[in-house]
């Protein structure tokens, strides 16, 4: 609990906009840059310790924004096990979302794709689109879950797929690459 309270200073001093109740097992890695916006709403849990979630998860929850102009939006109720989530344009998770242990959201390609580019290690051309996932959504342990996504309310996302392009409301989502799977009701 201390150092949950700690960090919770650290976060104010680094101007993180978080709701009440959030609730933080272990000591996560969440990083705001000058400029950019960083908000976790209401009754959220953040879960960075290892015996915090027994599915194991393999590191911290890592919350970043990597640029002046990115945005990360996290709903209310929302709970993250040892997740990263990266941003340099935007990402926006909706109320009520559960991200599984070890989960990747990413809204950009960390590195140019062309050669030249790459190798002059220039920033200005990493690729990057902004990532929604909707509310009351479910993203299953180990999904990589990469730039440009949308993923509509009420979905899950079936553990270790690969998921990217755009996805209705209340599918069932997996595979590599991910796939709809069938409606969500049909699971009755």
Partial sequence: MFKSNYFKIFMKLNK?????????????VIFKKSGSVLKIGNNCS???SFLSNLIGLSQRTIIVTRTPEAKIEIGNN??????????RKGIFIGDNTLI???VKILDNDFHPIEVEARNRD????????????GKDCF????ALILKGTKIGDGSVVGAG????????SGVVIAGNPAKFIKNVNSLK
Avoid: Q
């Fill in 16 to 28: 993180v906009d978080f709701g009440r109740n959030l609730n933080l097992f272990g000591v996560p």
């Fill in 46 to 48: 953040i879960k960075s």
């Fill in 78 to 87: 929302v709970g993250i096990s040892g997740a990263t989530i990266y941003a």
């Fill in 100 to 102: 599984g242990a070890n």
């Fill in 122 to 133: 220039d920033k200005e051309m990493i690729g990057s689109k902004e990532v929604i996932i």
């Fill in 139 to 142: 993203i299953g342990c180990n």
């Fill in 161 to 168: 797929s690969i998921v990217s392009g755009e996805f209705p």
